[in-house]
């Protein structure tokens, strides 16, 4: 019985990790998780059929370079003046997951973790391969790296995103976004790293992310495996 619970338990890791490799997340400056992990996976789904329809003779259920030539094709025409605009308004967030409760601002990362100090390039481990979409970076409320296939245009592993530096000196947060439209529905990957030299504050993010948090942590005790 024990060998059997063992071997279970071993498979359903490894499953696991090769789900959360399939996709990725920043990795420099480096975020602070509620759930370590919960950190390559996507944040939640935006439903693209409600959201941006595709264009008269396209769609985005064919190959991943034509999907995204839909979605930049909608997106032009529509009101949103950025990714972030398009995120923030309509992603749906993951609230029942192994992962915990993410949020619309930073993911499964938090907002007060640690404070990191700005890097020559922002990092992501990996950009997945066929998972095309647009990126974008921003300190605050400034927008400082953006592309419009990031897996397609930054392939290295880790990738690395020349973002302007500059105008993050003094900021308080950087996030970075990544929307995957190879199907859907379109998945989201937000990333968030506070900043040295920025005064902090707490915010309700903050506060609702420390409450999910808790019941994460309950929720992994009553889930841990048991072995008899």
Sequence with gaps: MVATCARVALLAAAVMAAVADAHSKMSLPKPTWIYEGGSN???????SSKV???PDGMGYEGDPLSNTKAYWTAFNASKYTSLKDLVWKNEVV??????GTA???????????????LPDEVQWDKLTTSHDGPCEIWCDDTLVFADQNCAVNYPDSPASFPYDKAACKGKSMLTAIWLAVHSPPWQVFTNCAPLTGATSS?????????????SHLSRIKMKSPTYS
């Design 41 to 47: 996976s996507p944040a939640g789904t935006i439903d």
């Design 94 to 99: 993951n609230t029942d997951s192994l992962y």
């Design 52 to 54: 941006l329809p595709a």
């Design 202 to 214: 707490t915010s309700t993010s903050t506060i609702r992310q420390a409450v999910m948090a808790f």
């Design 103 to 117: 949020t619309i601002e930073c993911g499964y990362s938090w907002t007060n973790g640690t404070a990191r100090d």
